[in-house]
């Protein structure tokens, strides 16, 4: 089959490598999509990680072989799977911090070489372990729908860390595609989003994701949010140390900061401590995802009341998939989600 595969720093090759053996409890699922995450970007710029591998795990796609063990699934089903899957028992998933759980860090869906998720080749080989992801995708809906599963789930967990109700007032920095996904499932929530950007489109349609206010990076955003009500919480999904700091000074006291996208290890800031303390504003994070929201995941997604195909703006076939990491990586004022395409899009 053809994969392409991370061969060192900046190094993504089209090669022919075997299709996944699996055993008799393990799926062969063929890719139809698979998106483009700015964790395999990382990477894959970087090289934090070892090569060989085959990256991609934001995956659907048709089952066509399974092991002679495997029950609740047919050959034919059309599916979104999930890379990730805590054991439900340890500490860390006693705590629901499934994140940490030993068996979450390991990746149960693979193309060859050591796991890496697979979604950017023809065939993946799914493991037992990450069965508990998987979701079937109804007829109405397309493997497009089926691949935002994963990112959607994470933006869903990170907004279940805030204390928001009803009618507070929340600032989303970054109108991208993760921002805008965090923009309309807290409309859905009735909460008021203050939508920033720096690109006009996207505050456009942050407005039609349901933004109360929109306001651009590029006008002073600080004084213009300060005219506006108290900000109860602030969202960051670009890493900006400016974001988080002026966004410490914005939130009411008692307010909250939550951090989406500062990844990087060893990456330090300047924060007034004071206002942890003496403010109670508080300073959270969220990285991946949480199993226990899949169900609600496909809900918001098949039912369309988060239509994550408004989202994407770029498709690329297989053997130009470092042209899709590209793009995505330097993302134009036109382009959203970038995803990566085996079979003809529904």
């Given at each position: 089959?053809?994969?392409?595969v991370?061969r060192g ?5 089209n090669?022919?490598?075997?299709v ?24 894959i710029?970087?090289?934090t ?23 609740g699934?047919k050959?034919?089903?059309r ?5 990730h899957?805590?054991?439900m028992?340890?500490h ?11 068996q979450y ?8 070489f ?13 493991m ?9 995708i109804?007829?109405?809906n397309?493997f497009d ?17 805030l204390?928001?109700?009803?009618g507070?007032?929340?600032r989303?920095?970054?109108?991208g ?6 923009t309309?499932l ?9 939508a920033?950007?720096l ?8 407005r ?18 300060q ?6 919480a602030?969202?960051?999904?670009a890493?900006?140390d400016?974001?988080?700091r002026?966004a410490?000074?914005?939130?009411r ?7 989406f ?14 206002k942890?303390c ?5 300073l ?7 199993i ?9 997604i ?5 239509d994550?195909?408004?989202l ?8 130009q998939?470092?042209?899709?990491i ?6 134009t004022?036109?382009s959203l989600k ?9």
């Amino acid at each position: 089959m053809q994969a392409v595969v991370y061969r060192g720093v900046d190094d993504l090759r089209n090669e022919t490598v075997p299709v996944p053996r699996i055993s008799p409890s393990e799926l062969l699922v063929k890719v139809a999509v698979c998106g483009v995450c700015p964790t395999d970007i990382k990477k894959i710029q970087h090289g934090t990680v070892p090569p060989p591998r085959i990256f991609g795990h934001e995956t659907s796609g048709t089952i066509v072989k399974l092991g002679a063990r495997v029950r609740g699934f047919k050959i034919g089903d059309r599916v979104a799977l999930h890379h990730h899957v805590p054991c439900m028992k340890c500490h860390a998933c006693r705590h629901r911090a499934f994140a940490q759980c030993p068996q979450y860090k390991k990746t149960g869906i693979t193309a060859g070489f050591e796991p890496a998720g697979g979604g950017y080749a023809e065939y993946v080989r799914v493991m037992p372990f990450v069965f508990p992801g998987i979701v079937k995708i109804p007829a109405r809906n397309g493997f497009d729908e089926g691949a935002m599963l994963e990112p959607v789930n994470t933006v869903l967990k990170a907004i279940r860390r805030l204390n928001v109700l009803p009618g507070d007032n929340v600032r989303v920095v970054g109108q991208g595609p993760i921002g805008l996904m965090f923009t309309r499932l807290l409309a859905l929530q009735k909460i008021n989003v203050i939508a920033t950007d720096l690109i006009p489109e996207r505050l456009e349609l942050a407005r039609r994701f349901g933004a109360k206010h929109i306001v651009s990076a590029n006008e002073n955003p600080k004084s213009k949010i300060q005219n506006l009500k108290s900000l109860d919480a602030s969202i960051i999904t670009a890493p900006s140390d400016t974001a988080v700091r002026e966004a410490h000074e914005l939130v009411r006291g008692a307010g909250q900061v939550l951090l989406f996208a500062h990844t990087k290890r060893d990456a330090e800031t300047l924060i007034d401590l004071s206002k942890i303390c003496v403010d109670e504003k508080d300073l959270i994070g969220s990285y991946s995802s949480d199993i226990t929201l899949q169900g609600e995941v496909a809900r918001l997604i098949f039912s369309r009341k988060l239509d994550v195909r408004k989202l994407i703006t770029h498709r690329f076939p297989l053997d130009q998939t470092a042209a899709a990491i590209a793009l995505a990586a330097k993302p134009t004022q036109t382009s959203l989600k970038v995803v990566v395409g085996i079979s003809d899009f529904p």
